[in-house]
Nanobody, 115 residues
Framework: QVQLVESGGGLVQAGGSLRLSCAAS????????MGWYRQAPGKQRELVAD???????NYADSVKGRFTISRDNAKNTVYLQMNSLKPEDTAVYYC?????????WGQGTQVTVSS
């Protein structure tokens, strides 16, 4: 069974930076899109950013210009560099992998931005 292991969350002051990482526990057949979602208390889970196998990226309007998603296909790993963090970025961040036969989710990592 594949597990997605996330790391890099934590507490940071507004204006600071964090880098999230998500690695698959083993090789995943035919990965298409890798991405990050987030869910704040009392809100629905929302897409933050994703990246296709060809490197095309997509960002939520709220994070454009501040967050950068990247991936290492050889390592089945996806990263999210988050700069200029705001208190409204506070949420649990979930890694997501869409493959030919399955969709996988990470367990979530907490990001808290203090004002």
């Amino acid at each position: 069974q594949v597990q997605l292991v996330e790391s890099g969350g934590g507490l940071v002051q507004a204006g600071g930076s964090l880098r999230l990482s998500c690695a698959a526990s083993r090789s995943i057949f035919s990965i298409n899109t890798m991405g990050w979602y987030r869910q704040a208390p009392g809100k629905q889970r929302e897409l933050v950013a994703d990246i296709t196998s060809g490197g095309r990226t997509n960002y939520a309007d709220s994070v454009k210009g501040r967050f950068t998603i990247s991936r290492d296909n050889a390592k089945n790993t996806v990263y999210l560099q988050m700069n200029s963090l705001k208190p409204e970025d506070t949420a649990v961040y979930y890694c997501n992998v869409v493959a030919a036969l399955n969709v996988f989710w990470g367990q979530g990592t907490q990001v808290t931005v203090s004002s």
